[in-house]
């Protein structure tokens, strides 16, 4: 019984999954990375920005980029088979602590009573020129029910 | 036998369970997050400061600080149903790195033996003006165990 | 069945170990840090840094350091009974982001077709002077398999 258990476990337990190719989210490839990885029944995604799919910053305004960003971490879930109720924490990286209160809006806006664990830092740049803000999150997402 | 194993083990694994109400620490659902979030065994605390319930910064000592946002955590981590020797992770900014080894001097007094994993860097800035660190970890509780 | 069924996964799902003597790492006891902890099936690994085992930077050189950062993480993973494999997430904080390029063509070179999670900020500062980058990861090294 006991090796029966740990071997039926292993497949869930021990799974590593690197999530690269995700719809409308650029190829992290070139940079060599994954948009996403799930180990230990949790999925790490990787910093999102607001960029398009040629990891060109979508706009020079702070809300437009936070929406993109936000969107990106969406479709990167979704690509992992799951949505933004599946978030547990998020890292907020701003070059300006003064956009903090309108990330929090946008947030809630998308989030609603999603309540996820929340730390904010200024820092003094991000990955592209003219970026104002990158989220990385921990999500989640519950294995596929057996259907028995 | 293997469909009760699953289904046995999926209240464990796939429970989230997102912290909002800590005594002595402010109600964070102002800002929609909350000041934990449990998943996949482990226990997400948001980034912790020297403030006190209404936000408001303790003192604009940096040990003050330090200490308080330590105690911050200690009362996460009971409403979690844990304690300090549960951390497993923690990340320091600091807005002046050279304030980084009062802080390892501040937390190895209230950790003791207890060793985590430490990053430590300095940011540009914190949510707060003249708050000079904010402290994130990550903690694992172990479940109660049966009475039988 | 289900009594046994936890206490048997108790010690796997249950146990914390911490990690404080690598090989060519520093002792991380005199600043009250562990070098990694595994908790929940996961591996948080400390901050790396391009430093010897007497916490001394290795060089000014950017590249020699982000090498060393890298090679300490393969010493603690090796510790912890894994390697650069096992990596799952990593978050990278640069004094100068006009460094990130090179530090994904090394990391490209050490991991090859290994992708983690990634996020990369710039940072105001490191723990010490002349320091340019810091690595901070979390790894999924799988338990041993039971011999049967």
Chains 1, 2, 3 share one sequence.
């Not at 230990?40 to 040629?54: C, N, P, T, Y």
């Not at 547990?88 to 947030?107: C, E, K, Q, W």
């Amino acid at each position: 019984m006991t090796t029966d258990r740990r071997e039926a476990g292993a497949a869930a337990d021990e799974e590593v999954v690197r999530y690269v190719e995700v719809p409308g989210v650029g190829d992290p490839r070139r940079f060599g990375y994954a948009q996403a990885v799930s180990a230990g029944g949790l999925l790490f995604v990787s910093g999102q920005l607001g960029i398009d799919e040629d990891y060109k910053p979508v706009s020079d305004s702070f809300d437009e980029q936070a929406y993109r960003a936000m969107e990106n971490i969406r479709r990167v879930l979704s690509a992992a088979g799951g949505g933004m109720e599946h978030l547990v924490s998020m890292t907020i990286y701003l070059t300006d602590m003064r956009n903090a209160p309108r990330f929090f809006d946008i947030r809630r806006e998308i989030l609603g009573e999603i309540l996820v664990s929340s730390t904010a830092v200024a820092v003094s740049g991000l990955p592209l020129p003219n970026l104002q803000v990158e989220v990385q999150c921990v999500a989640h997402i519950p294995p596929s029910q057996p259907t028995a």
